[in-house]
């Protein structure tokens, strides 16, 4: 089952401190940085394991590092402009829901065979060679599977969720509305 690592869940604890203490471009402590030992301590984390972290979001360019002995961390971005899917990213690696997914694309047709009206219930599985070959599946299926397709429309609308919630939200520095609330927070009419 998809499942955000407590690695990830961690992240977003991090960064939403640092953006919470408005150590973000336009926020109220723009000039201002967060201490790794600072936000280990709030959070109850080792030291390491939040420094690392903080590490590798500064290595992928969302946070600004500043060493010494006031250094610490900001966001290089407002947190409305930090995704979830860029903090899985930097995280987890890219996201894959099947591997035949991460390969292919909806500009392939499937492979002629036996589906649609050949005797057999299921074709043989051709070599791979085409645009299959040297993608890394070990799916024998790949090339006539029925649910490639589907899964890759599953696969872009869930990196479209992630893409689409930032770490405003996340954080709760803005009201997210129900989905019995319009805009304004009112009910539906």
Known sequence: MLRISKKADY??????AI????????GSSAAEVVSAHEIARQAGLNKSVVAN???????????????GLRGGYRLKRPPADVSLGQILEVVEGKFVLVDCVD???????????????????????PSMTGSDAGHGSDC???????????MRVVHERIQRLF????LDELCAMTPVCSPAQDGAGNPPR
């Open 11 to 16: 992240a977003v604890f991090l960064l939403g």
């Open 19 to 26: 953006a919470r203490k408005g150590a973000y471009p336009g």
């Open 53 to 67: 972290l903080l590490k590798e979001f500064a290595r992928h360019e969302v946070l600004d590092s500043v060493r």
């Open 103 to 125: 390969h292919s694309s909806s500009a392939e047709s499937p492979a002629s065979g036996g589906v649609d009206g050949g005797s057999e219930l299921l074709p043989q599985a």
């Open 140 to 150: 024998s299926l790949i090339s006539f599977c029925p649910s490639k397709e589907p």
């Open 163 to 166: 893409d689409e919630i930032h």
